[in-house]
């Protein structure tokens, strides 16, 4: 199973000393319970739990899961082989960042997260017709009526019958990271069955960040997590992004990738291509791809920042123009989105100077006028999820302070768009 992660695990180990003595008698016992001591806490500091090691569930590829319960009375999911189409696409509200297709009459092609569908099924019967074997997909019907998870289903036909008369909302959202472009599946409505157009949310929140953003192994109950373990547990609808705009009742996009800085990725990787640099293409992994249009205008939008830039170093420190990458990431994100209210939120340790450079590029990117612009710290965070990142609880608690944020200024949708 991949890791679809370009950034590898992030571990903060505190040093520790032992203080020797010679071995006999009493001292020698001493020694030995202490060393066992020690290693029974380091079981529990890094794994989170007394061996054994808290279960995370690994699929193989091609897998439905059934996120809880069984299916409603009637209602079949079947994966098969791709037939030919007996119905045109369905209409969708497509939500996040699309390039066009690499042929004509194609699916649009996706890489970053948390990309989604909805469509609108008037009759029992549905249809998705998947090209993806790396990514994970959420599919909820009549939410929460059904909900199910794909595992990397290839090149395949979910097809759905059952669901009785009348309309049924469709809702088909990728919960993984992609590391290269993907074509988006399509939908169609089964026999007997009509597609009807969606109407859009009058709401739009932008997220862009890291790996924070994207979810990373988010739903794990330990920091220690293999490749396969990682993939499982990330569900980037589960983050503080998708969290707020479900409070808000919004739609959402993420442009997140893991490992990202302003500056400096993590570890290095990726000379010249940090999140300043990649946060205009419709494809992380292709600057030649052309953009879908879209009607996308958020009114609200959140810039996560965390550490890449200063950890994984001895001493932590920004990087050269660290400052001034945020000035420019700031100003296109204003340029792109000129009636948003736009909110920084600072996540993670070390600070390393962070706070006090992004101080004075906020003040002066308010001083210019327009929407409000805030930076807001998130709460100390466990970081109990894989590899030391945000759990479910940290998530909430993100969420919950940029709701506070938000309370404390002008409504971001009370004022008319520019």
């Known amino acids: 199973m991949p890791n679809v992660s370009s950034r590898p695990g992030r571990r903060h180990v505190r040093g520790m000393a032992v203080r ?7 001292t020698a016992f001493g020694l030995a319970l202490a060393l066992a001591l020690v290693s029974a806490g380091l079981v529990v500091w890094w794994g989170g739990a007394l061996w054994p090691a808290a279960s ?12 809880s319960g069984a299916l409603p009375t009637g209602v079949t999911a079947v994966l098969a082989e791709p037939a030919d189409p007996a119905a045109p696409p369905a209409p969708l509200r497509l939500t996040g960042r699309f390039a066009r297709p690499m042929t004509e009459g194609g699916a649009p092609r996706h890489e970053w997260p948390a990309v989604h569908a909805v469509a609108l099924i008037e009759g029992p019967d549905v249809t ?33 019958s059952g669901l009785g008369p009348g309309q049924h909302g469709v809702r088909l959202e990728k919960i993984s990271e992609s590391s290269a472009p993907r074509p988006f599946p399509v939908i169609r409505p089964g026999p007997g069955a009509t ?27 330990r920091r220690d997590c293999s490749a396969e373990e990682q993939f499982a547990t990330t569900d980037t609808s589960l983050s503080f992004g998708p969290a707020l705009a479900r409070a808000l009742n919004a ?4 442009v997140a990738r893991s490992g990202m800085g302003l500056v400096r990725n993590y570890g290095g990787a ?27 205008s ?20 920004l990087p050269p123009g660290y400052a001034e990458a945020a000035a420019d990431l700031l100003d296109r994100i204003r340029d792109r989105s000129p009636g948003a209210t736009i909110l920084v939120l600072l996540t993670s340790d070390p600070d390393a100077g962070r706070r006090a450079a992004l101080q004075p590029v906020i003040a002066a990117l308010e001083a210019a006028g327009g929407p409000p612009v805030a930076l807001v710290d998130a709460p100390q ?25 938000l309370a404390g200024l002008p409504d971001p949708w009370g004022t008319p768009a520019p």
């Open 270 to 296: 990726d000379a010249g291509r940090s999140l300043t640099a990649l946060y205009p293409l419709p494809l992380p992994s292709d600057p030649d791809a052309i953009a879908l249009p879209d009607a996308w």
């Open 195 to 221: 597609a009807l157009p969606v109407p859009p949310l009058k709401r739009q929140i932008e997220v862009i960040g890291d790996s924070e953003a994207v979810g990373y192994g988010v739903t794990s109950p």
């Open 251 to 254: 739609d959402y996009q993420l």
């Open 56 to 67: 995370i569930q690994v699929t193989d590829p091609g897998t439905l899961i059934l996120d």
């Open 128 to 160: 998705l017709s998947f090209d993806d074997d790396e990514n994970r997909y959420r599919l909820t019907v009549d939410s929460p009526a059904l909900s199910v998870v794909l595992d990397r289903p290839g090149r395949r036909d979910l097809n759905l």
């Open 20 to 26: 020797r003595r010679k071995p006999g008698g009493r």
């Open 381 to 405: 965070s466990d970081l109990g999820a894989c590899h030391w990142h945000p759990s479910l609880a940290d998530h909430a608690a993100m969420t919950a302070v940029l709701q506070q944020a």
């Open 298 to 317: 958020p009114r609200l939008v959140v810039l996560q920042l965390g550490t890449n830039d200063v950890i994984d170093t001895e001493q932590p420190h």
